[in-house]
């Protein structure tokens, strides 16, 4: 405790001055300090030295957890969270340590990776809310839905100033996990091999989207919807099994290159890139076993 507690460090730092000034006093004044005082400070200092020595080498010791994202490897999303998660052991004071790991690399798909954190084969999570639609209801509501709040300040006051955090973490708490906190990122855009002009010329098409209330509204419009991960979207407007597919923003979307694929990119009305998805929503969950 001595190495680490600034305040016993300033104290004991006194109490060591302290001596040195008393034997120096006693010197200045012709006066021989007694032996047993002598040995007593050098024995005082051999302890909490030894005391510092162990502090150092218990605070080498990080607690590290292995993180899985669902951004795939290469993208800038993936990017950036890793410079995240790089930057936590400075953060922490060395206490804490991420490895994290992009989508598929240890749970190889979604359920796997709900079940791989609740399990503690990984200690947390960077999914898209949504995703937990069928396992979580009220995940519908933590992430954009369909003529949501479309300001990401919007989220910020239902997190942070009405009690929406504390609501989800007691929601979690059921499933053994702990949510840390949301993470924002742009609006979401559908690329489409064909155009749409109108809601009319949504019917009939197939359409990848992320499920939850998004697929429920597509679908009273007459689109047949699927749930594919980010890295099989490609392969499969490609070979046409979707007519169109939804992910993320422009920048991670073109890096997946389904610009190559697709001639068509679906808005909103004039003036909103989004109106199904205008502020999509990740988050931080980690196991509440890890938590505590």
Excluded at 127 to 136: A, D, E, R
Aim: proline fraction near 6%; glycine fraction near 10%; charged fraction near 15%.
């Amino acid at each position: 405790g001595v190495a680490i507690d600034a305040d016993n460090n300033k104290a004991n730092g006194d109490v060591s001055m302290n001596s040195k000034n008393n034997i120096r006093n006693s010197c200045d004044t012709g006066e021989t300090p007694p032996r047993r005082s002598f040995l007593k400070t050098i024995a005082m200092g051999a302890t909490l030295a030894g005391a510092m020595l162990m502090g150092a080498g218990q605070a080498q010791a990080a607690t590290t957890w292995k993180i899985q994202s669902t951004w795939d490897a290469g993208t800038v999303g993936y990017t950036l969270f890793e410079e995240w998660c790089k930057s936590i052991e400075a953060k922490s004071g060395g206490e804490l340590k991420f490895q994290c790991f992009p989508a598929k690399a240890v749970a190889a798909d979604n359920n796997a990776l709900f079940d791989a954190v609740r399990n503690g084969v990984l200690q947390g999570m960077n999914p898209f809310t949504l995703y937990w639609s069928g396992k979580i209801p009220a995940s519908v509501f933590l992430s954009s839905y369909p003529a949501g709040p479309d300001q990401p300040h919007q989220w910020d006051t239902m997190f942070y100033s009405m009690g929406m955090l504390e609501k989800t973490r007691e929601i979690y708490k059921k499933f053994g996990l702990f949510y840390v906190g949301p993470i924002q990122h742009d609006a979401n855009i559908i690329h489409s091999k064909q155009p749409v002009n109108s809601l009319e010329d949504l019917k009939g098409m197939k359409i990848r989207v992320p499920g939850g209330m998004v697929a429920e509204v597509f679908q009273q419009f007459g689109v047949s919807t699927v749930s594919l991960p980010g890295s099989d979207i490609f392969p499969a407007l490609e070979k046409g099994t979707i007519d169109a597919a939804d992910y993320v923003g422009p920048a991670v979307n073109y890096e997946l290159g389904f610009s190559q694929v697709t001639d068509y990119i679906i808005f909103g009305p004039p003036g909103v890139m989004s109106i199904y998805q205008p502020v999509d929503l990740m988050d931080l969950t980690v196991s509440l076993r890890a938590w505590n």
